[in-house]
């Protein structure tokens, strides 16, 4: 099977509960709920992404032949194996239209966690370490258990009570992005603070204007 990759790169994790964790991100080209074109965006499921998915012209990215192939990109960026647990974030688009067990094999061969960020539209597959699931609004939830749900708020579809009782750990509300971002930090200030059992979830990259 051949992988498309959009890129490849060393950075800290940025969201969620493994903020600041030091990661290999490897970003699949392609996504189910939008096709990354601008002019498709009014009639995507998911209207409101603000990650550059389409084709494989980022840093390190590229078509990759086979897991091995893959693997070894991954594994190059990783600074020092004596140092830290080795931690691979597979995100997109959507990573699993692509992740596959003989990818999480090759990299737990290569002494890597793996973590994937999903959408939660598409069935799990075996080896992954930590599971971040991120529901969007008419989409069909497959994935209803994990390490870490965080939310993309507000969405009008898709309130946080929806969520609350699946089986989580983590519970996140993520403000969303764009014109109205001031205004939706409040809003989901105010969520937590009168729903505990929710916490927020900050870009903290874009703060650090890091990768």
């Not at 992005?177 to 001031?182: I, L, M, N, Q, S």
Request: glycine content about 8%; some cysteine.
């Amino acid at each position: 099977m051949s992988y498309f990759v959009k890129e490849i790169y060393y950075t800290l994790q940025g969201e969620g509960a493994q903020t600041g964790r030091p990661a290999v991100f490897c970003r699949f080209s392609g996504c189910n709920l939008w096709s990354g074109r601008e002019e498709d965006r009014h009639a995507a499921i998911c209207s409101f992404c603000d990650t550059d998915f389409r084709g494989t012209d980022g840093p390190n990215g590229g078509v990759f032949l086979d897991a091995s192939a893959l693997a070894r990109a991954i594994t190059s960026q990783w600074p020092n194996f004596s140092l830290g647990r080795p931690y691979v974030v597979f995100t997109g688009g959507e990573p699993l239209l692509q992740l596959d067990t003989v990818l999480t094999k090759a990299m737990k061969e290569a002494g890597f966690d793996i973590a994937v960020e999903t959408n939660g539209t598409r069935p799990l597959v075996a080896g992954i370490d930590w599971v971040c699931v991120s529901p969007k609004a008419g989409t069909e939830l497959l994935v209803v258990a994990g390490d870490e749900l965080k939310l993309v708020f507000p969405q009008s579809e898709a309130p946080p009570e929806k969520f609350a009782n699946l089986s989580f750990t983590h519970f996140y509300l993520q403000p969303m992005d764009g014109p109205e971002k001031a205004e939706n930090e409040q809003l989901t200030l105010a969520y937590c603070l009168a729903n505990p059992n929710w916490k927020m979830s900050n870009q903290t990259h874009k703060w650090l204007r890091i990768p």
